[in-house]
């Protein structure tokens, strides 16, 4: 409340007057911004990724979580704040003002995945994700480390390779079906040439399981064993080639 005086000729008061003003709602909203606030900054801190604050215009870091200091390998936040350089932490420095000149064009870039260094050197993948501020001075930068889901990719990939060479180069003719339809998907070498086709792609379009297993009942027996065990092993089976020649072959499918 504030009081105000009212002053008689002698300059004496004689009378004051109260006003009161009800500040119970900034109270209010001043706690709940307070509390806006700090649950922002919990969120910000305890952050699984790394995020990162940027000054557009002079590239300086302005704010960083937990989880950044962490990933690059820095002591403290202080010591990324004032240290930090972008372009030194891509392993192509180029990318950098790549990705700036999209950010600054489109105000964002999104799902953009980079080879990344730490402060010691040592290399990571990384998915960030860029975004301006509504006044387009600030950009926020998120960073998920996907290193451990690109090295479970190469690893899958090279064990792809690996198959890919051991199933074209098996002297042993091989076979890819689709259970449902029971028709190849692929053949290697020795595949197509045992029915006598002229290539993987004749093979592929004419091959047809029917007319090459002469007893109806064996491939019944074998589509059964498959369907139901998952397996069909060591069946002797009397097979035709293309121009009709009749051969004996063991099959083992899985």
């Not at 215009?57 to 002591?75: A, H």
């Not at 387009?136 to 690109?150: G, K």
């Not at 045992?194 to 029917?210: P, R, V």
Request: no cysteine; glycine share 4%.
């Amino acid at each position: 409340s504030t009081i105000v005086p009212f002053l008689d000729e002698e300059g004496k008061p004689f009378k004051y007057l109260s006003i009161n003003i009800d500040i119970t709602q900034r109270k209010i909203n001043r706690v709940k911004l307070k509390e806006s606030e700090e649950k922002y900054r919990n969120l910000f801190e305890n952050a699984l990724v790394s995020i990162i604050y940027t000054d557009i215009k002079t590239l300086k870091v302005i704010e960083v979580n937990q989880m950044s200091v962490k990933l690059f390998g820095y002591e403290s936040k202080d010591e990324l704040i004032e240290k930090f350089n972008p372009s030194d932490h891509y392993a192509v420095p180029e990318k950098r003002q790549t990705n700036l000149d999209i950010i600054s064009k489109k105000g964002e870039l999104l799902d953009n995945i980079e080879q990344l260094k730490k402060k010691d050197g040592t290399l990571f993948w990384a998915n960030l994700f860029f975004k301006l501020n509504s006044d387009r001075t600030i950009v926020q930068t998120v960073i998920i480390d996907i290193t451990p889901q690109i090295n479970a990719y190469e690893k899958l990939k090279d064990s792809e390779e690996l198959y890919l060479d051991l199933f074209q180069n098996s002297l042993i003719a091989t076979f890819i079906a689709d259970p449902k339809t029971y028709k190849n998907i692929n053949a290697n070498e020795p595949g197509i040439k045992i029915f006598g086709y002229e290539s993987k792609e004749d093979f592929l379009i004419n091959f047809n399981t029917d007319k090459h297993i002469v007893n109806s009942t064996d491939r019944d027996k074998m589509r059964k064993d498959i369907f139901e065990t998952g397996e069909a092993i060591n069946n002797k089976l009397l097979m035709k080639k293309v121009n009709g020649t009749f051969f004996w072959g063991k099959l083992f499918a899985k």
